[in-house]
Antibody
Framework: EVQLVESGGGLVQPGRSMKLSCAAS????????MAWVRQAPTKGLEWVAT????????YYRDSVKGRFTISRDNAKSTLYLQMNSLRSEDTATYYC????????????WGQGVMVTVSS | DTVLTQSPALAVSPGERVTISCRAS??????MHWYQQKPGQQPTLLIY???NLESGVPARFSGSGSGTDFTLTIDPVEADDTATYYC?????????FGGGTKLELK
């Protein structure tokens, strides 16, 4: 059974940093691209970042470029999101997702972790 | 960015047929996918590549469309289908989601 379990969220002040983790199990982690998708309170879904199977290629939405870094450790089957210079508009539930190799859609989602940016 | 437009909400009675639409601001070929999000839960994949049913999803769900106009159909609707439904395109960068359609049962 595929499982994605996020951790590391909480309350953080504007301008500070936070690192999210996602522990994956039930599949060959190194064979799949992975992504983070977020959802602000009462809002819709928003793609944040994607990483290739090896970690050699990364992609970001414009609003987080230069502030967020997606990375992975295939030996530990773990995905990360380092978030720096956090803003109030980054407040959201962050979902770890598996990306299919067929056509770039998200076939498995974690339960999500809440990040609140507030003073 | 490719904007995906969905109707905000629909209300139907159990046993009825419902269609949820998603219109793209530019062509996305058939790289359109649908997700269901029940209150307090993470989204789950329903339909991929416009019309392919994800494994384990009831056959009451179906998808159609290509280019800019897409439809998710539920027939018949059941009480458990109360949820918000999102479309997502992966043809153009960045990948984008529709605003979601909240389905309520009468």
């Amino acid at each position: 059974e595929v499982q994605l379990v996020e951790s590391g969220g909480g309350l953080v002040q504007p301008g500070r940093s936070m690192k999210l983790s996602c522990a994956a199990s039930g599949f060959t982690f190194s064979s799949f691209p992975m992504a983070w998708v977020r959802q602000a309170p009462t809002k819709g879904l928003e793609w944040v970042a994607t990483i290739s199977t090896s970690g050699g290629s990364t992609y970001y939405r414009d609003s987080v470029k230069g502030r967020f870094t997606i990375s992975r450790d295939n030996a530990k089957s773990t995905l990360y999101l380092q978030m720096n210079s956090l803003r109030s508009e980054d407040t959201a539930t962050y979902y770890c997702t598996r990306v299919t190799t067929v056509a770039d859609y998200f076939d498995y989602w974690g339960q999500g972790v809440m990040v609140t940016v507030s003073s | 960015d490719t904007v995906l437009t969905q109707s905000p909400a629909l209300a139907v009675s159990p046993g009825e047929r419902v269609t949820i639409s998603c219109r793209a601001s530019e062509s996305v070929s058939t790289l359109m996918h649908w997700y269901q999000q029940k209150p307090g839960q993470q989204p789950t994949l329903l339909i991929y590549l416009a019309s392919n049913l994800e494994s384990g999803v009831p056959a009451r769900f179906s998808g159609s469309g290509s280019g800019t106009d897409f439809t998710l159909t539920i027939d018949p609707v059941e009480a458990d289908d109360t949820a918000t439904y999102y479309c997502q395109q992966s043809w153009n960068d960045p990948w984008t989601f529709g605003g979601g359609t909240k389905l309520e049962l009468k």
